[in-house]
């Protein structure tokens, strides 16, 4: 039988039929039989990429999850984050209506928080079933659900059954792990995998952590009501990013209405007597009072409890150890996704485990150094970013190529000009490296950047690119035409000048 679970939070009509596809209640796990070309721990995204695909190449497959299938991404990341970001967008483009001409009585708008959580739990459910336990067995994939646990090399436990392998992949991903706070232990605190179980707008809400799920859930909560205060260490906002894009989002979060406190790693908690949550500096020099805390920084993998010691497959306080292939220690088990990666992405995840079937299934050679990964924070505007850190871009000789949104046409109608469009090539040549945009459709837009790197195609190249007029992916082929402009060398404008006379005689 499945393994026992808590109750999905809060319970309504929604979140049951959630439950009832990705981990239903009655569930009987079939019996095994023989030997599986692959067994798959962990159905989120890298394990439901890799089971399906394996299944689809004629593949005896087995697919393990101890929880939720669909993991992260489907009950507690990007899909629920996406559809209350989408509320917040209409309470802002209400909030600023009348810089477009539109009269709103600010006084008759109200925002149900009640409403915009269960609209997000129905859109969830919804996609659910493609995630769910029965699609997957439809595929003819033995679907067990429980605690998977290496007994060997090459054999796996799972509710009393022993499952037998040519290969497995471990794609059990991360979870959200707490920051040495003071005090935070004598406090209740949300993080992601809990915070979209809330029925009440918090009035005052802080926020630990200045990455993407900081600085997107900030604005998102402000833009709905709460008084927001983040938190973020001597990085800052977005600290990873190019620091004119860091520089927008944060004059972003604070004309919505956040707080933004430095000295994060120095934060001290403790509850009140009226069961909130009061938040001091060590310093002394910032203090306040909460109704919830969220905590959006770190992250540990899930390797306990897989009995990895007798598999053989080593591992870390940073996940499962593999080589670029992917393979662990055991050549007989890979890995894939949040697990093993640094990239935290479901994207990211989807294509680690497509490597993972030409290597494992076989004998491929792909690797993950060669994927081209981007990602994207869905605050508003937009940041995309492909390539290098800015932090490693310092270090190697680029030229950069920008086009600032204001001069963009479709941004200017929109009324969305704050952002850019920077491309790096390397020096002397139109070879893409890197790129960040910020822009209204930034994730969107950094697509075209990702496909031009993965196929080798030059930024002069794009400049030939045809798009509609007027669309904000103009920024990108004016990029393309700055560079084209370089190889206007006076020498050869002093050719063209004198052929171009000539042609006048």
């Given amino acids: 039988m499945n393994q026992e679970l808590g109750p999905l939070l809060p319970s309504t009509e929604n979140n049951r039929k959630l439950e009832e596809n990705v ?9 095994p039989e023989g030997k599986y070309n692959l067994v798959v721990i962990g159905a989120g995204t890298a394990g439901l990429v890799s089971a399906a695909g394996a299944a689809g190449l004629g593949a005896k497959v087995a697919l393990i999850e101890r929880d939720l299938m669909g993991g992260d991404c489907l009950n507690v990341g ?69 605690q998977g646990k290496f007994t060997g090399k090459n054999t796996i436990e799972v509710g009393g059954q022993e499952l037998k392998f040519a290969k497995a992949v471990i794609c059990t991903g991360a979870r959200a792990a707490a920051p040495p706070i003071a005090g935070l232990d004598s406090v209740p605190y949300l993080t992601n995998e809990t915070i979209f179980s809330l029925t009440e707008l918090p009035e005052a809400l802080g926020i630990v952590g200045g990455g993407p799920i900081g600085v997107e859930m900030a604005q998102t909560f402000a833009r709905l009501g709460s008084k927001v205060t983040l938190m973020v ?45 009061h938040c001091s500096l060590l310093s002394g020099s910032r203090e306040f009072t909460v109704d919830q805390l969220l905590i ?23 996940g499962v150890t593999v080589d670029d292939k992917l393979k662990t220690s055991n050549p007989a088990v890979f890995a894939a996704g949040d697990v093993c990666s640094k ?3 479901t994207h990211a995840a989807d294509f680690m485990a497509r490597n993972v079937l030409r290597n494992a299934l076989f004998m491929g050679r792909a690797k993950e150094s060669d994927l081209v990964i981007p990602r994207a924070t869905y605050t508003s505007p937009e940041v995309a970013h492909v390539g290098p850190l800015f932090s490693e871009m310092k270090a190697m000789d680029v030229d950069t190529y920008e086009v600032k949104m204001s001069t963009v046409d479709r941004a200017i109608l929109e009324g969305d000009t704050e952002g850019f469009v920077k491309i790096h090539c390397e020096k002397g040549s139109d070879t893409i ?32 690119t045809i798009s509609p007029y007027p669309t904000q992916a103009e920024a990108v082929r004016r990029a393309g035409d700055a560079y084209n402009r370089t190889k206007l060398t006076p020498l050869v404008a002093k050719l063209m000048k004198k052929w171009l006379a000539f042609a006048r005689r």
């Fill in 343 to 345: 990239y935290k992405f």
């Fill in 78 to 146: 990007c899909v629920p984050s996406k559809a209350i970001i989408s509320s917040a967008h209409v309470a802002a483009d209400i909030k600023n209506a009348a810089a477009k001409g539109i009269s709103v009585d600010p006084s008759a708008v109200t925002v149900h928080f009640d409403q915009v959580m269960e609209r997000m739990r129905k859109l969830r459910a919804d996609i659910s079933p493609h995630d769910s336990a029965e699609r997957f067995t439809g595929l003819g994939i033995d679907v067990f659900l429980g």
């Fill in 233 to 277: 260490d001597e990085h800052g906002v977005l600290g990873k990013e190019d620091p004119d894009a860091a520089k927008i989002i944060q004059t972003a979060l604070i004309n919505d209405g956040v707080e933004i406190v430095a000295g994060g790693r120095d934060l001290n908690v403790a509850p009140t007597a009226s069961h909130q949550i």
């Fill in 433 to 464: 490296v890197g790129a960040t945009i910020v822009a209204k459709n930034a994730g969107d837009m950094i697509s075209q950047i990702s496909q031009a790197m993965n196929a080798g195609v030059g930024l002069g190249t794009i400049a030939s």
């Fill in 296 to 318: 959006a920084v770190g992250r540990a993998p899930n390797v306990e409890g897989l009995g990895l010691e007798a598999a053989g497959v080593a591992y870390d306080k940073k």
């Fill in 23 to 31: 981990h239903p209640r009655d569930w009987v796990n079939p019996v």
